[in-house]
C-alpha cells in the first residue's frame, strides 16, 4: 500500500520536499549537537531539561488523544468517526515517533540509548515510558494498517484485531498518565508534585490531540476530495471543548492549592510562571499568552454559534492547539526548575541550533503523518 | 557464595558436561564475589556519613576553600568559568540557599553575627532513600550497601531524570567534553566524557585504599567530620551525640546524611 504515498499531484510533492529540507537542517544542527554534547542547547546545571523534553510532553498527548476517536468508534459503534478514526491512529504513530525522537535527541549519550533494554529497571518511570511508548507506537501501526489493508480490499477488517483494538484504549490512557508519573513523583520539585498532573494532562491531551485533528479535516476538506463529514467534526469539536474546559479547570484547581495553602516551594514557580520572581520574567509572555488562547478558545468553543461554522471553529481548534503547547510544550518543564532547590533562578534560553533540532522532528513528525495520511486518504477515496 | 559449594558446583558441572563445560561454571562460580582482592588498609564502614561544624569553620583563614579545592582536583573537576556548564561536587552557599524555606530574620541574623556570614558547604548527601536512584532507568547510579550513592560512568546515558528528582541540587551532567577544562589532571582518578552524569562519591576511591575523603582531608580545622555511623563510637556518632545538629530538607523523606552544626 505504501506505494500509494508516491503517486500526487505538484502540492503534495512540494510539502513532501520541503519537510525533507527541514529534516536535513535539523539534522546537519543534531550532527553538531553530537559533536560537541548537550552544551549547544540553553539547558544548564540549573534547567537540565528543555524544549525537547518540553516537546516529548505535549506530543505523548497528541499521540494519545486517538482515544478520543477509537473509543467511540470501535466501543459504542459510533459509525461517524468511521471515516476518520484511521487519521486518529496515524496521527498518533507520528506523535509517538516525534515522542521518541525527542527523547534520543534529548540524550547526553544516545550511543548508549540500549541500555534501557540491557538493564531493565522496574522502578524508574522513564524505563516505563519507553515500554508504553514503544507498544503505543506498536499498536497503532499494527491496527491502523490492517485496517486499512482491509479496506483497500473491500473486505471487513479481521476479527482477531479487535483484541488489539480493545488494548489500544487503556494503553493511550497508559501513555500520558506515565508521562505524568515521570514529573508528579519528584520530592523536590514543587511545581509538579501534584496529584493532578496525570489528570491535568489527560485533559489537554484530549483537547490539544482532536484540535489539531480538527484543523486537519479542516484543511482536508478545503483542498482534497476527502471530507471527514460534518457531523464527525462537530462531534470532535464538542470533545475539544469539554476537554479544554476540564483541562483549565484542572488548572484553577491547581492554582487554588498553591496559592491558598501558600506553601512557598510550590507557590514560588507559581509566581515566577504568572508574574516573575526576583525580577525575573522569562515565562511570563509565554504564559499569559497560553492563558489568552485559552480564553479564546473557550468563548469560541463553547458558544454553539461559533463552533458550528468552519472558520470560527478553526480559530477555535488553533487556540486549543497553541495555548496547551505553550503550557506543555514550553512552561510546564520549565517552570519546574525555576527556582532551582537551593531557590536560586537560572532561565533558560533555547539556542538557534536547539530549536533548529526541534523543527526538524516535528517536520519529521509531519512527513511521517503525511505519507501515511496520503495512503490512507487514497484508499478511502478509491473505495467510496 | 562459599568454597565448599562452589567446589561442588564445578565438580557437578564437570561431571555432568565434560570439561567443555568449565568456561560456563566459572562463569557462574564467579558471579558470587567480586575477582579481586580488597586492599587490606580499606576503610569498612556500614553507614558512611559526615558532619559539617560550622563552629570549626570559623576559625579558618578569610575566604578558606581549601576542600573545595582538594576535591576538584582529586577528581578532575573541569573549570568552565561558567555557571551554565559548571560541574561541583561540594561548593559554598549561603544558608538561605542550604537551608531554603528554614530562613527567618533572626537565623539569619544568628548566622550575620555569630557565624560571621560564613558560607555553608553543599554536597550529595548520600541519602538513605535516594530519589537519584529510584529514578535512574539503568541502574547508572546507585546506593552502595555501605550507604554511599556511587556512579557508573560507564553505563549513564545523560538522560538527566536524576537531576531533576534530586532534591538538593547535587548532580551534574557533562555538557561538553570536560578533559580541556581540567587544570592538572590526577591520573589517581578517571576523567568522565561528555553526556555523562557525576557527583560527589564520598571519596570511594580513597576509603579503599584507607584514605579520608579529600575535603576532610584538607581541612585544617578539621570542620568536616567523617565516619561510621553504625559504629557507636566513631567521631561522627559522638558529635551527633553531644551537640544539636540539622539536614538539609529532611521533610522530603530521602534521609540525607549530611549532619549541619550551626
Ligand atoms: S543528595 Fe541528591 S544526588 Fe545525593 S543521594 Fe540524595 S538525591 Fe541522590
Ligand atoms: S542521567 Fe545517568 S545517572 Fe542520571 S538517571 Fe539518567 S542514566 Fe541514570
Known amino acids: 500500500m505504501l506505494e500509494k504515498a508516491l503517486r500526487g499531484n505538484k502540492s503534495y510533492f512540494a510539502w513532501i520536499g520541503f519537510l525533507l529540507i527541514l529534516v536535513g537542517m535539523g539534522f546537519g544542527f543534531y550532527l553538531r549537537q553530537l559533536g560537541f554534547g548537550l552544551g549547544v542547547t540553553g539547558m544548564s546545571r540549573d534547567v537540565s531539561w528543555g524544549l525537547y523534553i518540553g516537546q516529548f510532553t505535549f506530543l505523548v498527548g497528541v499521540a494519545a488523544s486517538a482515544v478520543m476517536l477509537v473509543l467511540p468508534y470501535y466501543l459504542h459503534n459510533y459509525k461517524v468517526f468511521g471515516k476518520i478514526t484511521i487519521l486518529g491512529e496515524f496521527l498518533a504513530v507520528a506523535a509517538v515517533t516525534m515522542c521518541l525522537s525527542f527523547i534520543v535527541v534529548d540524550l547526553g549519550r544516545p550511543d548508549r540509548a540500549f541500555n534501557v533494554l540491557l538493564y531493565p529497571t522496574p522502578n524508574s518511570v522513564l524505563f516505563w515510558d519507553m515500554v508504553v511508548l514503544n507498544g503505543y507506537l506498536f499498536l497503532n501501526i499494527f491496527v491502523g494498517w490492517t485496517v486499512l489493508e482491509a479496506e483497500a480490499k473491500s473486505v471487513p477488517p479481521p476479527k482477531w484485531i479487535k483484541p488489539f483494538i480493545y488494548l ?4 493511550a490512557v497508559s501513555i500520558h498518565t506515565v508521562t505524568a508519573f515521570l514529573y508528579a513523583g519528584l520530592p523536590g520539585r514543587g511545581f509538579w508534585l501534584s496529584a493532578i498532573m496525570a489528570p491535568r494532562f489527560l485533559g489537554s491531551a484530549f483537547a490539544a490531540g482532536p484540535a489539531l485533528l480538527i484543523l486537519i479535516c479542516l484543511f482536508l476538506r478545503k483542498y482534497t476530495k476527502f471530507d471527514a463529514g460534518w457531523e464527525a467534526i462537530q462531534s470532535l469539536a464538542k470533545i475539544v471543548t469539554y476537554a479544554m474546559i476540564l483541562s483549565v479547570f484542572f488548572v484553577l484547581c491547581e492554582l487554588f492549592t498553591v496559592f491558598y495553602s501558600q506553601i512557598p516551594e510550590h507557590m514560588y514557580h507559581f509566581l515566577y510562571l504568572f508574574v516573575g520572581l526576583h525580577g525575573h520574567t522569562g515565562m511570563m509572555p509565554w504564559m499569559w499568552a497560553s492563558t489568552i488562547l485559552a ?3 473557550l468563548i469560541v468553543l463553547i458558544n454553539p454559534k461559533t463552533r458550528n461554522s468552519p472558520g470560527t471553529l478553526a480559530i477555535g481548534c488553533a487556540a486549543v492547539f497553541f495555548s496547551l503547547w505553550i503550557e506543555k510544550g514550553i512552561t510546564l518543564v520549565i517552570t519546574g526548575y525555576i527556582p532551582s532547590p537551593l531557590e536560586t533562578i537560572t532561565e533558560y534560553h533555547p539556542t538557534l541550533t536547539e530549536i533548529g533540532i526541534v523543527v526538524g522532528v516535528w517536520a519529521l513528525g509531519f512527513l511521517i503523518m503525511s505519507v501515511l495520511y496520503k495512503v490512507a486518504l487514497t484508499v478511502k477515496t478509491e473505495s467510496a | 557464595m562459599d568454597d565448599t559449594r562452589r567446589s ?4 557437578a558441572g564437570l561431571s555432568m558436561l565434560g570439561f567443555g563445560a568449565k568456561p560456563v561454571v566459572d562463569a557462574v562460580a564467579g558471579a558470587g564475589g567480586p575477582k579481586f582482592e580488597k586492599d587490606p588498609k580499606a ?20 575566604g578558606c576553600k581549601d576542600c573545595v579545592l582538594a576535591c576538584n582536583s ?10 551554565k556548564d559548571e560541574i561541583k561536587w561540594i561548593w559554598q552557599t549561603s544558608f538561605e540557599h542550604a537551608f531554603p524555606g528554614q530562613e527567618n530574620p533572626y537565623i539569619n541574623d544568628y548566622i550575620k553575627t555569630s557565624l560571621k556570614g560564613l558560607p555553608f558547604l553543599v554536597l550529595c548527601n548520600h541519602c538513605d532513600n535516594p530519589p537519584c536512584v529510584r529514578v535512574c532507568p539503568v541502574q547508572a547510579t546507585f546506593r552502595r550497601p555501605d550507604g554511599i550513592v556511587a556512579m557508573d560512568y560507564h553505563r549513564c546515558i545523560g538522560c538527566r531524570f536524576c537531576m531533576a528528582a534530586c532534591p538538593y541540587g547535587a548532580r551534574n551532567l557533562n555538557w561538553s567534553d570536560p ?7 590526577n591520573p589517581e582518578y578517571p576523567t568522565r566524557t561528555r553526556g555523562v552524569v557525576e557527583k560527589c562519591n564520598f571519596c570511594s576511591e580513597l576509603l579503599a585504599v584507607g584514605k579520608l575523603p579529600a575535603c576532610v582531608e584538607a581541612c585544617k580545622e578539621k570542620a568536616l567530620v567523617f565516619g561510621d555511623l553504625e559504629d557507636p563510637n566513631s567521631e561522627v556518632r559522638e558529635l551527633l551525640r553531644t551537640r544539636p545538629t540539622i539536614q538539609r530538607k529532611p521533610q522530603l523523606g530521602t534521609r540525607p546524611q549530611i549532619y549541619y552544626i550551626l
Do not use: T, Y
Open chain 1, 168 to 171: 489500544s484504549i487503556p494503553w
Open chain 1, 295 to 297: 480564553a479564546i478558545a
Open chain 2, 8 to 11: 561442588f558446583l564445578k565438580i
Open chain 2, 43 to 62: 576503610f569498612n564502614g556500614k553507614r558512611w556519613a559526615m558532619v559539617v561544624d560550622q563552629q570549626k569553620c570559623l576559625k579558618a583563614k578569610d
Open chain 2, 74 to 83: 582529586a577528581h578532575n573537576i573541569p573549570s568552565f568559568n561558567n555557571p
Open chain 2, 179 to 185: 578533559r580541556p577544562f581540567i587544570k592538572k589532571e
